[in-house]
């Protein structure tokens, strides 16, 4: 089994930055992509920035420019640097992270979500 456990979550001011970690740990041979999804109420999760093992990124449109992501593969740590944050930021955010486990099968996981509120 694989466990994500994300933190960094909290209250912040607009125009003010955050970041968020997600330390994996548990039984796997590599962490293979990982990312943040972010879900707001009455809304469906979506993603909001990814990062490969070899560390090739995208991100959602609305946070180009603002958000980077980005990974420590020794300590199996995936962040997300979040930069002029507005309201619209508000969200869950769940860390994910598919990982290669005994059998040479990947397996997808997603941490339990922490809360970050943008207040204006």
């Known amino acids: 089994q694989v466990q994500l456990v994300e933190s960094g979550g909290g209250l912040v001011q607009a125009g003010g930055s955050r970041t968020l970690s997600c330390v994996a740990s548990?039984?796997?041979?590599?962490?293979?992509?990982m990312g943040w999804y972010r879900q707001a109420p009455g809304k469906q999760r979506e993603l909001v920035a990814a990062?490969?093992?070899?560390?090739?990124?995208n991100y959602a449109d609305s946070v180009k420019g603002r958000f980077t992501i980005s990974r420590d593969n020794a300590k199996n740590t995936v962040y997300l640097h979040m930069n002029s944050l507005k309201p619209e930021d508000t969200a869950a955010y769940y860390c994910?992270?598919?990982?290669?486990?005994?059998?040479?099968?990947?397996?997808?996981?997603w941490g339990q979500g922490i809360q970050v509120t943008v207040s204006s």
């Open positions: 548990g039984s796997f041979f590599s962490l293979n992509a």
């Open positions: 994910n992270a598919r990982a290669t486990r005994p059998l040479g099968v990947e397996y997808e996981y």
């Open positions: 990062i490969a093992r070899g560390g090739s990124t």
